[in-house]
């Protein structure tokens, strides 16, 4: 009887042990997949920049792109802020998001030069 009993609380504790690495490993991914939809969402825009041959773009454009960032819904990001700053010939684009279950914010940084 208590051969059965400790196997049972081993048995037990292995299970939690999974359980708790399933959700883990959750978490991981649909972090890797946020990073990933931030790289795509900056993509969008230097793809516009490069058709367009200048990293000025109108305030419709850019307004547009940041409410896509801004909606998780709609393949953006949870909590995302998207930002555009120009210097010069060089544009910085800014994708910055947070995770439900974060506790900082993420982001993703890429400049782009179009001559």
Not at 50 to 68: E, K, P
């Amino acid at each position: 009887m208590i051969e059965a009993l400790v196997s049972i609380v081993l048995l037990s504790v292995g299970l939690i042990g999974l359980v708790g690495l399933q959700a883990r490993a959750i978490q991981v991914s649909v972090g890797a997949e946020d990073s990933s939809r931030a790289a795509l969402l900056a993509n969008e825009l230097v793809s516009s920049m490069w058709a367009a041959r200048t990293v000025s773009l109108s305030s419709t454009v850019i307004t547009a792109w940041q409410s896509r960032v801004a909606d998780p819904m709609v393949a953006g990001l949870p909590n995302g802020v998207g930002s555009v700053s120009v210097a010069s010939n060089v544009a910085t684009i800014t994708v910055t998001w947070r995770a439900t279950s974060a506790t900082s914010d993420n982001r993703y940084i890429t400049h782009v030069m179009v001559q």
